[in-house]
């Protein structure tokens, strides 16, 4: 007779290497029922302002991510098991019917994610099952940290500093080469497709420079590409604020966030390739932007829900809470009259992805400049990113908004001098807004009033920037 088997419940964490849940399961020598359940709430509910919360990109990539996971275990001899409806009551569901001895999950640490875990936790309690948790998204881990959570430094330079010299990497966790699968469940499921989680069939954006395809294969194959393959990580430091095409940044972050990349494994081969090919600025940058990682990870867990309040995690109470669904429809459909920043809105709006540089600078615009509700904005981006993870989006729009650790009291960027610098010859700007591809580059940044062409009025004043 089969022993009981544990359910391995995947998450935001949709790999096999380092994944740590997974490998406490296959080290038990129990047979394993992997699991991944596409939660209605979160691919077909809203946010608090009515944007949907998954939008299309995102879900597409997504799938692609699950589809792979499956593809993955396969060759190990197991199988993914899918559901849709809501985790806590699926996977509740599946620990009836096969009566599995116990559930393996890695832990999510904000309150959407917690609830989800804490009712399963909840529900199982009445089988005599529990939940065994583990960790799966952290470079860090915060046994390891020399300062308890709750003193986490709400600076990140000083956070950085403490852990970079008291706290090592933990090596990352191999990858399973077999797993015992548990037959037990017949009916598998399958992923559903993008029209029946109520999207349109065909959202590819080959025509655009953004092309990321989702899954574990893809990921180890940018990081590849990126670090071995070309190089490109020798001059990072020197690309990272470029706005077009795929190679000025590492492009990684689409699946850290899934779940599809270790942070672990991409410290590990930066160490790797400095070993062989030699360390420099850019190099360490990317583990620098690791770090901000872990850190936002941690202030989310610190402060809680205070993250997704209008006063943030400063507790600010000067903060603007101006609902203007006109101005924002503008400012998020990219028809400001402001080039660059429309440019950055409808890549996103095309793409699901817009640069890092694009980011500060439209939030500032937001915030700063149309004195907006910078929770319209960060539940925009909760919508539509690719990379959307909710520590890293709010705690960036804390951030921008004066809500959070920027150690800079009233932080504003000027969009001239931003577009001037990282978009000199207007390219950026041509290649979103066609409309204004014959503009010299005397006028692209800000075209003049009665050119004919087909671009609105600015809705702010230009004079601001000179």
């Known amino acids: 007779m089969e022993r009981r088997p544990i359910l391995v419940w995947f998450r935001q964490d949709l790999r096999l290497h380092d ?8 080290s038990s020598d129990q047979p394993i029922i992997p699991v991944y359940v596409f939660d209605e709430r979160v691919f077909k509910g809203t946010t608090g302002f009515g944007f949907r919360k998954t ?7 997504l799938l692609e991510c699950v589809e792979n996971l499956k593809s993955n275990l396969k060759k190990l ?3 993914l098991i899918i559901r849709t409806g809501r985790p ?5 569901h599946l620990v009836k019917e096969t009566h599995a001895s116990s559930v393996y999950c890695n832990r999510e640490r904000t309150d959407e994610e917690v609830k989800v875990q804490d009712n399963l936790e909840k529900s199982l309690w009445t089988l005599g099952i529990e939940i065994q948790y583990f960790r799966g998204k952290m470079l860090f881990h915060t ?3 020399p300062f308890p959570v709750s003193q986490t430094p709400d600076i990140f330079t000083h956070f950085r500093k403490e852990v970079e010299k008291y706290v090592p990497v933990r090596e990352p966790l191999p990858t399973p080469t077999k797993i015992s699968f548990s037959s037990i469940i017949k009916d598998i499921g399958s992923t559903p497709s993008l029209k029946e989680l109520d999207f349109e069939e065909s959202v590819g954006t080959e025509e655009f420079d953004i092309s990321l395809k989702g899954g574990e294969g893809e990921a180890l194959a940018r990081l590849r590409y990126y670090l071995w393959d070309t190089d490109l990580i020798k001059q990072y430091k020197e690309t ?6 795929l190679d000025y940044s590492s492009k990684l972050s689409p699946y850290l966030a899934a779940g599809c990349l270790s942070p672990k494994l991409v410290y590990q081969e930066v160490k790797d390739y ?7 600025k850019s190099t360490y940058w990317l583990i620098f932007e690791l770090l901000w990682r872990d850190f936002f990870r941690f202030i989310a867990k610190k402060y809680g829900n205070e993250i997704f309040k209008i006063s943030g995690t400063a507790r600010q109470r000067k903060v603007s809470k101006l609902i203007d669904w006109e101005i924002f429809n503008k400012w998020a459909s990219g028809q400001t009259g402001v080039p660059f920043i429309d440019a950055n809105m409808r890549e996103l709006n095309r793409t699901g992805f817009m640069s890092n540089r694009g980011r500060q600078n439209v939030a500032s615009f937001l915030v700063k400049d149309l004195k907006l509700n910078w929770l319209l904005g960060a539940e925009y981006f909760e919508s539509l990113l690719i990379d959307y993870d909710p520590c890293s989006n709010y705690g960036n729009w804390n951030y921008v908004a004066g809500v959070g650790s920027d150690p800079r009291e009233n932080r504003y960027f000027n969009i001239m001098t931003q577009a001037k610098r990282y978009d000199p010859d207007g390219n950026f700007i041509r290649y979103w807004l066609p409309e204004l591809k014959e503009l010299g580059e005397s006028s692209i940044f800000a075209p003049k009033k009665g050119m004919s062409i087909d671009y ?6 230009f004079s601001k920037w000179n």
């Not at 939008?55 to 990539?61: D, I, L, M, V």
């Open 143 to 145: 046994g390891d940290l």
């Open 77 to 79: 001899g197991a199988d």
């Open 55 to 61: 939008g299309q990109f995102r879900a597409k990539f």
């Open 19 to 26: 994944n740590e849940a997974l490998t406490k399961a296959v």
């Open 88 to 92: 806590e009551e699926e996977i509740y």
């Open 456 to 461: 609105p009025a600015p809705i702010v004043d």
């Open 274 to 280: 400095e070993r062989s090919k030699g360390g420099n």
């Open 240 to 245: 990272r604020n470029g706005l077009l095409g």
